[in-house]
Nanobody
Framework: QVQLVESGGGLVQPGGSLRLSCTAS????????MGWYRQAPGQRREMVAH???????YYTDSVKGRLTISRDNTKNIVYLQMNSLKPEDSDVYLC?????????WGQGTQVIVSS
């Protein structure tokens, strides 16, 4: 089993920044692709960013140039640096980790962008 715990969410003004963290623990014996989705109440989850085992990255168009995903392989942590935040970035952000057998999810961390 793999456990994922997110942190770093909160309330921030438009134009502000936050850094989300996702710490993976449990049965982790290799590097795995990880990333972030976001979800508003009653809405589908939207892919935000993905980072491969070689640190290659993918971003959805709406966050390119504002959000940066990175990973610390020594600590099994993936980060999401969020800059120039907009009200439409307000969502619950969920971390995931992909093993060959399944995708694991964290519980999510709330981000609210409001003045």
């Amino acid at each position: 089993q793999v456990q994922l715990v997110e942190s770093g969410g909160g309330l921030v003004q438009p134009g502000g920044s936050l850094r989300l963290s996702c710490t993976a623990s449990g049965s982790i014996y290799n590097l795995y692709p990880m990333g972030w989705y976001r979800q508003a109440p009653g809405q589908r989850r939207e892919m935000v960013a993905h980072i491969g085992t070689d640190s290659s990255t993918y971003y959805t168009d709406s966050v390119k140039g504002r959000l940066t995903i990175s990973r610390d392989n020594t600590k099994n942590i993936v980060y999401l640096q969020m800059n120039s935040l907009k009200p439409e970035d307000s969502d619950v952000y969920l971390c995931y980790l992909d093993t060959p057998r399944e995708r694991y999810w964290g519980q999510g961390t709330q981000v609210i962008v409001s003045s």
